[in-house]
């Protein structure tokens, strides 16, 4: 089982602003990155150090931390955005990385 | 461009061997850590291994301590993952990434576009 735990799935209104969530005790000591992943693709970086963007991602991707918990937030969701999401970090240890389980993310 | 192409993957049978590759262009491999990840079919992100810059610091994931190995030769900018005792859960496509490390984070970037290695009779 993932150290880190993400909601299943989640649905947003085309237009509209949705977190994704990533539970897990490394984020008391150690950054996540996140993950886009459309089907039969590679996954493309979105987040990393908490909440920088890579050149070439919209800014309407954001991402936040507090806690054990570290958020993704799309704010004004676009039909392309549909995709899984996955957090990575560190595991307790902080020898190995670990993912989240993915959350799929579907735009209405 | 920053750039990492795969090659290897296939058909192999159970507790037959593997060897994947990963050429890297356009970044400075040599002082670069690098992963590789795995995704089962339908499955989720799985994290296989790592590797330090000059490898002599390697990590694996639990479920391929033993049986994987990784290495890399930064004469040829490449990255390896030998795998033995493949297993019928060991299926799944096989990323190689840049694994970029600064301090209390750590994130992967770029990807190579995967390679499919299927354990089966």
């Known amino acids: 089982s993932s150290e880190l735990t993400q909601d299943p799935a989640v649905s947003v209104a085309l237009g509209q602003t949705v977190r994704i969530t990533c539970q897990g005790d490394s984020f008391r000591s150690y950054l996540a990155s996140w993950y886009q992943q459309k089907p039969g693709q590679a996954p493309v970086l979105v987040i990393y150090g908490k909440k920088n963007r890579p050149s070439g991602i919209p800014d309407r991707f954001s991402g936040s931390s507090s806690g054990n918990t570290a958020s993704l937030t799309i704010t004004g969701a676009q039909a392309e955005d549909e995709a899984d999401y996955y957090c990575?970090?560190?595991?307790?240890?902080?020898?190995?990385?670990?993912f989240g389980g993915g959350t799929k993310l579907t735009v209405l | 461009e920053l750039q990492l192409v795969q090659s290897g993957g296939g058909l192999v049978q159970p507790g037959g061997s593997q060897r994947l590759s990963c050429a890297a262009s356009?970044?400075?491999?040599?002082?670069?850590?690098m992963s590789w990840v795995r995704q089962a079919p339908g499955k989720g992100l799985e994290w296989v291994a790592n590797?330090?810059?000059?490898?002599?610091?390697?990590y694996y994931a639990d479920s391929v301590k033993g049986r994987f190995t990784i290495s890399r030769d930064n004469a040829k900018n490449s990255l390896y993952l030998r795998m033995d005792s493949l297993r019928a859960e060991d299926t799944a496509v096989y990323y190689c990434a840049r694994d970029i490390v600064v301090v209390v984070s750590d994130w992967f970037d770029p990807w190579g576009q995967g390679t499919l290695v299927t354990v089966s009779s």
């Open positions: 356009g970044i400075t491999f040599r002082s670069s850590w």
């Open positions: 590797i330090n810059q000059d490898g002599s610091e390697t």
């Open positions: 990575n970090s560190r595991d307790s240890s902080g020898n190995y990385r670990v």
